[in-house]
């Protein structure tokens, strides 16, 4: 096994564990900021509670996030010094951005929203979670530029073989972005919103916390039944991206292999890459060249037209993107059934239904991994689409020392994730309980209990 | 004068800080857990981890602006160095990893408190010492061997950066024992009274240590610190480190609350300054200068324009957040 291969697999382990928690708060931050800007207008015990349980799940998950991004921002150097060298004048500022908009918001902020409720006023409080949250979508912003970047770099040239930025501007707002932008954030936002709805799901079947997990799970249904559509729409525009600009891309998704009008879209086959084929295939006549083209006898291109060099692996992003695309049909269900069942005045009492919820918890997860991995394998053999090769952009460190780091990050985060879940399923656990009242520092309250339990979180402030 | 003979200058100095910033500031933190296992009993370790735990992440942020600011600014030497410095930098991930989530986790936990008490302490031990192996390997050049780059995985190795690996152990005790003296009061600032008085004999000859080395290292690096007439010009920087040090002893010898820090801070930051002076104008010593590294004008100009607005931004409510947390912190504070 080649440095180069073992990097790729190292790169796509600790991506794939790192994502999940930005994704995770990148929602749970603007989660958040709902409960506590209504807590704000209504001040009642139940919403502040609610903050400050899902505030424990945002530390927990937001802490693994930090410590696993920090080792994204030197993988590019360790593992890829050829990709920093030639693109590093691309890649870097737009990090660097990043960094200096988001990463030091976020983290600033943060310690104020949560060891600051005593602190500091009830708006500079909200005003903290607000900066936090800003953090995290800027941050996705600055991300998925960089990304979109290396699927159809534009606003650059080579000079002496390496990439030099010409215009900014196109390079940041490159043909992909707008859409992977917007598909990657609600895609955060329905991976939250799917937890949310599944943990207020599981204590109705337990019988516990009722008049919270009610709450909850009305914003998440509504919420998924808001953007679920829109995201399918998006997805849909971001498919018509890939097709003018990354036909090999599209091609592998849907395991086309001559280029022809009138394609059916293919819902499940084996591809045969050497034979060149599909067995097993179970089409559907004309829906291919409708979704892909919007037209009934678009033309597709197809795998045969590249030099085989060129082709990315056609399997993965193939099954991968059913599987996305799959779980998204599921979650637009799950959000059409609950609605059906709310209307009927049954939507607490289904104890079916709510263990779908259960059953979904990971499904937005899930959904955005696979969505990731059709994206970057589909752009492969390329790391940067058609200027720079894969194989090109590894660190001439030796074999050995990159399976020593794949096999010490894999103990490292089997730690993590065990304990990480652990943590999270405590927390869940302990539910929503009672949140601290809120006393001014150097304040000793005149009537400690004055605020339990009669609906108003307020002491002496 | 051409903006690409300027903007590498000003870059350097914008990561220079970056990098001083991270370690004075994560310095004092990754104290806290090289000290942990001094403390009486677990509710003193909780009460050491508390005045660093709604900062910490801000604090650790740096490197983060440091390693891409490099890769921004600086692409060539960033690949470089980290390929070279492969294991050193693992180890430092791997080490950070563990030291920043024991925050959240030894809070939660039950069972595991102590072991995540001792991954606190740990990490925090490892992650100082690679950081020393990290900045010795560079100042010694080691990444590049006769204007070649260095692919072994252990090429870095070599007494110099093993010194400064221990160095930077015991000099970030000294910053978490003065930051400790700052912010608790009782039975938890006597222990860190007690710690820092041996911490600053050390540290000093470490500083004295590191600096006598410096002539005698492959990369010349130092060259510059000893010949005529830059030794005169130069002298104010040795001169103020001196006097600091003497500053130093006397406030901790006095028990003073809030001077020691600030003083094992300008310590720090002279230390560093030196080795800085000495760099100039190499990336990676002794012949990778920082014009032969820089991204051009576009790249470097660019992420100016957004440095020269954020930075002062980030200080100012960096500030606020040290404002809101200020005094002492007792027992029971927090959210969990």
Redesign the interface.
């Known amino acids: 096994m080649t440095a180069e291969f073992l990097s790729r697999i190292q790169f796509g382990f600790v991506m794939s564990f790192h994502i999940l928690f930005p994704a995770f708060t990148i929602g749970l931050a603007s989660w958040l900021v709902f409960l506590e800007a209504l807590w704000l207008r209504q001040r009642s015990d139940l919403l502040r509670d609610l903050y400050?349980f899902w505030?424990?799940v945002f530390?927990?998950s937001f802490?693994?996030g930090?410590?696993?991004?920090?080792?994204m921002?030197?993988q590019?150097?360790?593992n890829w010094?050829?990709l920093?060298?030639m693109a590093?004048?691309?890649?870097?500022?737009l990090?660097?951005?990043?960094?200096?908009?988001a990463?030091?918001?976020e983290?600033?902020?943060?310690?104020?929203m949560?060891?600051?409720?005593n602190?500091?006023g009830h708006r500079t409080h909200f005003l903290a979670t607000c900066m936090v949250a800003l953090g995290t979508l800027v941050s996705s912003f600055w991300i998925l530029a960089a990304n979109s970047w290396m699927q159809t770099p534009q606003g650059y040239t080579v000079?002496n073989g390496i990439i030099?930025?010409?215009n900014?501007w196109a390079a940041i707002f490159n043909p992909s972005f707008p859409t992977r932008l917007v598909h990657m954030v609600l895609a955060c936002f329905l991976s939250t919103a799917l937890v949310v709805g599944g943990v207020s799901a599981a204590y109705l079947l337990a019988g516990r916390w009722q008049d919270k997990a009610r709450l909850m799970l009305r914003c998440a249904l509504v919420f998924v039944a808001i953007v679920i559509p829109l995201q399918i729409f998006v997805g849909d525009l971001s498919g018509l991206v890939v097709r003018e600009y990354q036909p090999a891309k599209l091609a592998a998704i849907e395991a086309r292999w001559t280029t022809a009008r009138n394609v059916p879209l293919t819902l499940f086959a084996w591809p045969d890459e050497a034979a060149e084929r599909n067995d097993y295939a179970v089409d559907v006549p004309h829906l291919g060249s409708l979704i892909l083209t919007h037209s009934w006898s678009g033309e597709v291109q197809g795998l045969k037209d590249f030099p085989r060099a060129d082709r990315p692996p056609v399997a993965a992003p193939f099954f991968s993107f059913r599987i996305m695309v799959g779980l998204g049909l599921l979650m637009l269900a799950l959000a059409v059934v609950g609605l059906l069942l709310w209307w009927r005045r049954r939507l607490y009492a289904s104890r079916w239904y709510l263990r779908c919820w259960i059953a979904m918890m990971p499904a937005g997860f899930i959904a955005l991994l696979t969505g990731w991995y059709t994206a970057e394998i589909g752009r492969q053999p390329w790391v940067v689409y058609g200027v720079m090769r894969t194989v090109d952009a590894a660190?001439?460190?030796?074999a050995?020392?990159v399976m020593?780091?794949l096999i010490?990050?894999f103990v490292?985060y089997a730690i993590?994730f065990g304990?990480?879940s652990w943590?999270l399923l405590?927390?869940l656990r302990d539910g929503p309980g009672s949140a601290?009242q809120r006393f001014p520092r150097d304040m000793t309250p005149q009537r400690p209990l004055a605020g339990l339990g009669t609906g108003n979180g307020e002491n002496a402030s | 004068m051409t903006l690409a003979t300027v903007l590498p200058v000003v870059w350097f100095f914008i990561i220079g800080f970056a990098v001083m910033m991270y370690v004075l500031l994560d310095g004092f933190v990754l104290g806290i857990g090289i000290l942990s296992p001094f403390a009486d009993d677990e509710q003193q370790q909780e009460l050491m981890m508390n005045t660093a735990?709604?900062?910490w992440?801000?604090n650790?942020?740096w490197?983060?602006?440091g390693?891409?600011?490099l890769?921004?600014?600086f692409?060539?030497a960033?690949?470089?160095?980290?390929?070279a410095l492969?294991?050193p930098?693992?180890a430092l991930?791997?080490a950070?990893?563990?030291r920043?989530?024991a925050?959240?986790?030894r809070f939660?936990a039950e069972s595991?408190r102590r072991v995540w008490g001792l991954a606190f302490c740990l990490g925090s031990i490892v992650a100082a010492f690679a950081q020393g192996v990290i900045l010795g390997a560079i100042v010694e050049g080691a990444p590049l061997k006769a204007g070649q780059?260095v692919?072994?995985?252990f090429d870095w190795y070599g007494p110099f950066p093993m010194l400064t690996g221990v160095a930077l152990i015991f000099g970030y005790g000294l910053l978490g024992a003065t930051w400790l003296v700052l912010k608790t009061e009782g039975r938890p600032q006597m222990v860190a009274r007690d710690l820092a008085r041996p911490l600053m004999l050390v540290v000093i000859a470490f500083m004295g240590l590191v600096s006598a080395s410096l002539p005698f290292l492959d990369s010349r690096l130092m060259a510059r610190w000893f010949s005529w007439p830059n030794m005169l010009y130069l002298s104010p920087l040795p001169i103020a480190t001196a006097v600091v040090a003497v500053l130093l002893w006397r406030a901790v010898m006095k028990n003073r609350d809030a001077v020691p820090f600030v003083l094992a801070l300008v310590f720090f930051a002279l230390g560093f300054l030196g080795l800085v002076v000495g760099m100039w104008p190499n990336l990676v010593s002794p012949s990778l200068s920082i014009w032969d590294a820089a991204?051009?004008p576009?790249?470097q100009g660019?992420?100016l324009v957004?440095?020269v607005i954020?930075?002062p931004v980030?200080l100012l409510?960096?500030a606020?957040?040290y404002r809101?947390?200020r005094g002492k912190v007792r027992a029971g504070?927090?959210?969990?």
């Open positions: 400050f505030m424990k530390a927990g802490g693994l930090v410590v696993s991004g920090i080792v921002s030197f590019f150097g360790t010094a050829g920093s060298t590093g004048n691309v890649l870097g500022p990090l660097n951005y990043e960094v200096m908009t990463f030091f918001l983290a600033s902020f943060l310690g104020v949560l060891f600051g409720w602190r500091v000079v030099e930025a010409s900014w660190s001439a460190v030796t050995a020392a020593g780091s010490t990050y490292a993590l304990f990480g943590y405590k927390v601290p | 735990a709604p900062i992440d801000g650790e942020t490197l983060v602006m390693g891409v600011g890769m921004a600014a692409p060539k960033y690949a470089l160095i980290l390929q492969y294991v930098v693992l991930l791997i950070l990893i563990f920043g989530v925050f959240e986790f939660r595991s780059a692919h072994g995985t991204s051009p576009s790249s660019f992420v957004g440095a954020m930075l980030v409510y960096t606020y957040s809101v947390f504070e927090g959210y969990h």
